[in-house]
């Protein structure tokens, strides 16, 4: 088509999304305002612009069909962050790069183009998410990147320019202090409003606990014997929080007690005498910014090395590049900020998905759920899984393939005794579960930064004072989902997400538990957007008394759906000795009353000869093939007759009244097992569907 689309495809194939913006053909803009313009060759041709922006080659074809002289535009976050530095007259761009590049230091080597217009956009990687923020002090400087765009090679301007790359060299990280430098301009006036506000007469600021501890963190993660003004800019990112003790955490870093080992550079007089120096007023530049993303740096830094997107030779040879055979190929040489790609030879040489209880809860970074009715005994089941967990003995039939401890954070009503009642049946003292089984009362908001920030300082802090935990439970995630819309797919998988990070960040599996709806479906409360982002969904079934409950595993990404087994809730009474002996006095023995869960053998689903699980799915495959049998041609039985005569049989031969849901559950799950052990045939689809007896 022309030389844009084809560069277009191009950033395609290297994963980098783009979409058209209008392009200057004959000196005027591609748009219907034509020379009416007043942004020609550089706004978006499509309706969302930027957030349209994809890597399909196909839509991208679409779009260049239309007008092969589109401009490419690309995301700036695609990217990392643009840094734009203007040459018009009235912004001196590279004067102000010159400036900058002094004060934060030299440019690395990496992708750079030349501007339709002479001036210049430098491409880095970055950690995190930036905001798109103009640098007053240097005028001409923007950094472009969340919620901004930027004009790509080989583009149009309207000066009659074109965009070009100076250098193509890999896309560098960018050094903290620049990205540092763009946040500190973020924070430093609602900072310094702060500061005024809350200590009109100098009088330091008390922090809460959580802010410091997220702080702490970050130090642990850097290194004292740091260069001299690495190490002074944390002094000033301290200093500026107003904090009382705040030079007592830079003392204790200095010295390097956040680090493995003793600073061997540490003076005391010379860290007194440096902080002294530093001043908090109006002209602030350095913030917490600055130490949390030193400290993202500092973490990336110790992971494995891999190449970043290429793009050699964009505009060369791009529709003649020959493709290499799948053995010719190797592994992808891609890095993304958020994503990890992998060939199929990697994922070969990784171990796969690991389970805690085998085939039922995943082990780690990931998040699932456990939901059922009121009357399902949630908790009952959360904690025998815990405690089980703990001892690392099977649950539910099922083989525990990692012993350990876990959290568990009731956000509703009152645990303690059923956890000492757990505890007292596996022959477990309190003391005994001390730093591996962990219960946090009050309240959560999973939409709340914050509040999960302070939850992984917490959590954390609890580690490094000996407890252990593979397992964090929630419970309940209504209580937990912090958002005013529990049917709104956007706000359930904001707090999913905070779920899904905590789970990474802190190395465990984080149980949400969750209630079913009041549909006759049965279905978890709430929007449809939890069942999608869930690996793994386990339902519990209700039920009255000690009569059995179902588990069923609903959804496994990784595993085998379908029944798990049953249990039943058997009262429990727990011996007044468990409590302290200073407290047991006031202990009544009607306070000790409560429950515990036991596996159950059967499934109490009544019917004439069905008394068992084994009983009933011998009847019931019994009864699939004599209804095959009485309908069979030379082809085989009509799957849907075979479908309604079973459930039809099922509802008559009950002696209770159960669901027609039930039965036709069991039908499928018969059919499956009988064609599993290729002992039946399903064959075609729809209304010539039909079963063969093999």
């Not at 007259?89 to 690395?108: L, M, N, Q, T, V």
């Amino acid at each position: 088509m022309s030389e844009l689309y084809e560069a277009a495809q191009e950033y395609a194939r290297q994963g980098i999304p783009v979409f058209p913006v209008h392009g200057i053909v004959d000196g005027v803009c591609t748009c219907q305002l034509a020379n009416e313009c007043n942004n020609p060759g550089k706004h978006p041709a499509t309706r969302n612009g930027f957030k349209d922006a994809t890597d399909n080659l196909k839509t991208i074809e679409r779009w260049w069909s239309q007008n092969p002289e589109y401009n490419i535009g690309i995301p700036a976050e695609a990217i990392g962050t643009v840094i734009d530095v203007d040459s018009d007259r009235d912004k001196p761009g590279e004067i102000s790069w010159a400036k900058f590049e002094e004060e934060y230091g030299p440019i690395p080597a990496t992708r750079t183009v030349r501007t339709g217009s002479g001036g210049f956009h430098v491409w880095f990687r970055v950690l995190e998410s930036l905001p798109t923020e103009r640098l007053k002090e240097f005028p001409g400087i923007d950094f472009q990147a969340s919620g901004a765009y930027v004009v790509c090679p080989p583009s149009r301007h309207i000066s009659g320019g074109v965009y070009h790359f100076i250098d193509k060299s890999d896309v560098a990280a960018a050094p903290y202090k620049w990205v540092a430098a763009v946040k500190d301009r973020r924070d430093a006036a609602k900072q310094y409003a702060m500061a005024v506000n809350m200590a009109p007469t100098g009088v330091p600021d008390t922090p809460k606990q959580s802010d410091v501890r997220i702080v702490e963190e970050d130090l642990r993660d850097l290194d004292p014997d740091m260069d001299r003004s690495d190490w002074v800019r944390v002094g000033q990112a301290l200093h500026s929080t107003n904090w009382l003790y705040s030079f007592e955490l830079f003392d204790k870093f200095s010295q390097g007690g956040y680090w493995e080992c003793p600073s061997e550079k540490y003076n005391e007089k010379d860290t007194r005498t440096v902080w002294d120096s530093f001043r908090n007023d109006k002209a602030i530049r350095v913030t917490l910014s600055t130490i949390e993303y030193m400290a993202a740096e500092a973490r990336h830094a110790r992971r494995p090395d891999a190449s970043h997107i290429k793009i050699d030779k964009l505009l060369e040879n791009a529709r003649k590049k020959p493709q290499r055979s799948a053995e010719e190929s190797g592994p992808p040489e891609l890095e993304h900020e958020h994503i990890r790609f992998l060939s199929p030879e990697m994922l070969a040489n990784q171990a796969p998905p690991k389970w805690r209880v085998d085939k039922l809860f995943p082990l780690a970074e990931v998040a699932f759920m456990v939901y059922g009715p009121p009357s399902a005994g949630k908790t009952f089941f959360v904690i025998e899984d815990m405690v089980t967990s703990m001892l690392g003995k099977p649950f539910m039939g099922r083989e525990n393939l990692s012993q350990g401890g876990s959290v568990y954070l009731c956000l509703e009503g009152d645990v303690s005794l059923r956890v000492l009642a757990a505890l007292h049946r596996h022959g477990v003292t309190p003391q005994e579960a001390n730093n591996r089984i962990l219960v946090g009362e009050g309240s959560l908001n999973l939409s709340n930064e914050e509040e999960i920030g302070a939850l992984h300082a917490n959590l954390t802090q609890y580690r490094a004072d000996g407890g252990e935990f593979q397992t964090l439970y929630i419970d309940t995630f209504s209580r937990a989902f912090g958002g005013d819309d529990e049917n709104s797919s956007a706000e359930v998988t904001k707090a999913i997400n905070a779920a899904e990070r905590l789970a990474r960040s802190l190395n465990c599996s984080v149980g949400l538990v969750h209630h079913t709806s009041k549909n006759p479906n049965g279905k978890e409360r709430g929007s449809s957007a939890i069942r999608g982002a869930m690996n793994t969904m386990v339902k519990l079934g209700g039920g009255e008394g000690n009569a059995p409950r179902l588990v069923e595993a609903e959804k496994q990404k990784n595993g085998v759906e379908g029944e798990v087994g049953y249990y039943t809730l058997v009262n429990y009474e727990v011996p007044r000795e468990v409590y302290s002996a200073d407290f047991r006095s006031e202990v009544r023995k009607e306070d000790l009353q409560t429950a515990v869960l036991e596996m159950a053998e059967s499934g109490g689903v009544t019917g004439k000869g069905f008394t068992t699980n084994v009983e009933q799915k011998a009847a019931d495959e019994q009864m699939v093939f004599e209804l095959i049998d009485s309908m069979a041609d030379e082809f085989g039985a009509p799957h849907m007759a075979v479908r309604k005569a079973f459930i039809s049989q099922v509802l008559s031969m009950s002696d209770e009244e159960i669901a027609e849901v039930t039965a036709v559950k069991r039908f499928s799950k018969t059919r499956d097992n009988l064609v599993a052990d290729d002992a039946l045939e399903d064959i075609g689809s729809g209304k010539s569907r039909i079963l063969r007896r093999v």
